[in-house]
């Protein structure tokens, strides 16, 4: 009974540590009234990873505040946008890691996600770190054209692991997310 007492702290403490997404600022384009930014937050309220939403609607930005513990689904976030009538103009996550050694141009297993860092110098992540999603869809064509050139791996254009990337983990996920710091 004792070595399952252990067991079960030991599984606790394992999961309450595990690394996660905290919030999101995004930034919508296209907003240009009050019913807009409505429309946007409604359907950004329906995602079931959200605890609650804040706005700043002089920028037209939403504060997304995520359960802790939830699956964030990056993706996610941007249909909810999109089914609203509007894309992403930028979106800034804070995840917290714990000793995470990032490169430039490597892939990163993190919180059930592929993170491709692109643009970064080298160095280890502690804490709460804001990274930018820099996906098409999620930056200008023009910043993506930009970023596009400082690799040569193909998952940028597609999004989707290719032979370039080596998934540090067996169940890592095929969906990769570029970001920058």
């Given at each position: 009974m004792k070595a399952l007492s252990i067991l079960l702290v030991a599984l606790g403490l394992t999961f309450g540590a595990q690394a996660q997404y905290k919030k999101a600022s995004l930034q919508a384009s296209g907003l240009t009234c009050a019913m807009c930014s409505r429309a946007t937050l409604e359907s950004l309220q329906t995602l079931p990873f959200v605890d609650k939403i804040d706005t700043d609607l002089d920028n037209t930005t939403f504060i997304l505040h995520f359960k802790p513990?939830?699956?964030?689904?990056?993706?996610?976030?941007?249909?909810?946008?999109?089914?609203?009538?509007?894309?992403?103009?930028?979106?800034?996550?804070?995840?917290?890691?714990?000793?995470?050694?990032?490169?430039?141009?490597?892939?990163?297993?993190?919180?059930?996600?592929?993170?491709?860092?692109?643009?970064?110098?080298?160095?280890?992540?502690?804490?709460?770190?804001?990274?930018?999603?820099?996906?098409?869809?999620?930056?200008?064509?023009?910043?993506?054209?930009?970023?596009?050139?400082?690799?040569?791996?193909?998952?940028?254009?597609?999004?989707?692991?290719?032979?370039?990337?080596?998934?540090?983990?067996a169940n890592a996920s095929k969906r990769v997310y570029h970001v920058t710091i």
């Open positions: 513990g939830a699956a964030v689904n990056i993706d996610a976030i941007k249909q909810k946008v999109e089914d609203a009538g509007f894309s992403v103009g930028k979106l800034v996550v804070t995840a917290n890691f714990d000793e995470v050694k990032v490169q430039n141009d490597t892939h990163v297993p993190f919180a059930g996600s592929t993170l491709h860092f692109m643009h970064i110098k080298d160095q280890v992540l502690n804490g709460d770190k804001d990274i930018t999603v820099i996906d098409k869809d999620f930056v200008s064509s023009k910043q993506f054209k930009k970023y596009s050139t400082e690799t040569s791996m193909p998952c940028y254009k597609t999004g989707i692991m290719a032979d370039c990337c080596k998934p540090h983990e």
